[in-house]
Nanobody, 127 residues
Framework: QVQLVESGGGSVQAGGSLTLSCAAS????????MGWFRQAPGKEREGVAT???????NYADSVKGRVTISKGNAKNTLYLQMNSLKPEDSAMYYC?????????????????????WGQGTQVTVSS
């Protein structure tokens, strides 16, 4: 049984930083594509960043240069380092896992690529 557990969310001021973690069980982080998504109230869930088994990454335009996705294979954990946070980054952040693909495709920034999801961690950025 696959479980993804996010942590690291919180409240920060604009310009601050946060690192989100997603601990996986029943799933090997290093083998497949994974992603971070976010959803603000009343909005669609949107892709933030994705990474594949060989470290290729892809980022949404809105976060490029401010966010880094990475894998800690020894800890079987996915990370999202977020810097220069803005109020518009406020949302529930979700970790997602694809159990079929090991290399990134363009669709990996869409929610349809993933079959496992975490419960989310809240990020709130105040101005």
């Amino acid at each position: 049984q696959v479980q993804l557990v996010e942590s690291g969310g919180g409240s920060v001021q604009a310009g601050g930083s946060l690192t989100l973690s997603c601990a996986a069980s029943g799933y090997t982080v290093s083998n497949y594509c994974m992603g971070w998504f976010r959803q603000a109230p009343g909005k669609e869930r949107e892709g933030v960043a994705t990474i594949d088994s060989v470290g290729n990454t892809n980022y949404a335009d809105s976060v490029k240069g401010r966010v880094t996705i990475s894998k800690g294979n020894a800890k079987n954990t996915l990370y999202l380092q977020m810097n220069s946070l803005k109020p518009e980054d406020s949302a529930m952040y979700y970790c997602a896992a694809d159990s079929t693909a090991s290399r990134l495709r363009s669709y990996h920034l869409t929610k349809y690529a993933y079959n496992y999801w975490g419960q989310g961690t809240q990020v709130t950025v105040s101005s």
